[in-house]
């Protein structure tokens, strides 16, 4: 689980700071999750709970990871049956 580090060139940091984050999808899931990078600074956020756009983490991309393989798995067991 490799997550890459904000760029450390601090025009670009500013730039995101006055004008905000040019996010673009990094992956989407099944379970409507999503995950985007600014394409200026190459930070990384996720939707949180509430909707709302958070610094992804570790924790937060095992929690999205943790959730697709149990909606894949509850659905592969709906088809099933």
Request: hydrophobic fraction near 25%; charge should be positive; proline fraction near 5%.
């Amino acid at each position: 689980m490799n997550l890459q580090s904000p760029t450390r060139n601090p025009l670009k940091r500013l730039r995101c700071k006055l004008f905000g984050h040019n996010y673009n999808l990094l992956r989407k899931y099944q379970t409507n999750k999503k995950e985007y990078e600014c394409s200026c600074c190459r930070q990384q956020f996720t939707e949180d709970e509430h909707g709302y756009l958070a610094p992804l983490t570790p924790k937060l991309r095992r929690i999205n990871e943790v959730m697709e393989k149990f909606y894949l798995f509850k659905h592969a067991r709906r088809q099933s049956a």
